[in-house]
T-cell receptor, first 114, second 115 residues
């Protein structure tokens, strides 16, 4: 079975540009999570979807960040405009149920904003 | 709100030895789940072990086992017969049982296994 798929794996962009990160959860999983990992703040939850509906977006840093889940097999995290402080590794994870089951992580997207 | 504390930023162990990583947490919940995830240099987050708080028996997965002390809110990970491939960052994480639930992670412990 394929795990969580993320693309791109690496992204280098210039400040002010729009960045779109993509995630395909494990088939059958109905909970999807976006995390950000930095040295300073560790792993932080950005947003959590259940059955394609955003349940908790309290971790989204500011209006520059937005996330969508148009269907059960695809989600995007968009940053517009990007800033150097957005540089981090962004992980997508999925699980079954209301999030109480084990979360399985994708390989992450390493974002560098110059 | 829940907090997870890993007090050991770095640890070292020699191959074939045993090492224990510490984790404490703070919660007012009675029912919850605890996890250890491993992040090797590839950055992939890999589940190592999971413990349900209502189970008294400590979880084990091959060379990995936990010491779960609910009253003390402690959840340590023991790695037996350490292997070079165990070199990674290890994260302890907490999840509530009730309602929609997400993971709260500790800051991590970097484990280096040397020959």
């Amino acid at each position: 079975d394929a795990g969580v798929i993320q693309s791109p794996r690496h992204e280098v962009t210039e400040m002010g540009q729009e960045v779109t990160l993509r995630c395909k959860p494990i088939s059958g999983h109905n909970s999807l999570f976006w995390y950000r990992q930095t040295m300073m703040r560790g792993l932080e939850l950005l947003i959590y979807f259940n059955n394609n509906v955003p349940i908790d977006d309290s971790g989204m840093p500011e209006d520059r960040f937005s996330a969508k889940m148009p269907n059960a097999s695809f989600s995007t995290l968009k940053i517009q405009p990007s800033e150097p402080r957005d540089s981090a590794v962004y992980f997508c994870a999925s699980s079954f149920g209301q999030g109480r089951e084990t979360q399985y992580f994708g390989p992450g997207t390493r974002l560098l904003v110059l | 709100a829940q907090t997870v504390t890993q007090s050991q930023p770095e640890m070292s162990v020699q191959e074939a030895e045993t090492v224990t990583l510490s984790c404490t947490y703070d919660t007012s919940e009675n029912n919850y789940y605890l996890f250890w995830y491993k992040q090797p240099p590839s950055r992939q987050m890999i589940l190592v072990i999971r413990q349900e708080a209502y189970k008294q028996q400590n979880a084990t997965e091959n060379r990995f086992s936990v010491n779960f002390q609910k009253a003390a809110k402690s959840f340590s990970l023991k790695i037996s017969d350490s292997q070079l491939g165990d070199t990674a960052m290890y994260f302890c994480a907490f999840m509530k049982h009730e309602g929609y639930s997400t993971l709260t992670f500790g800051k991590g412990t970097m484990l280096l296994v040397s020959p």
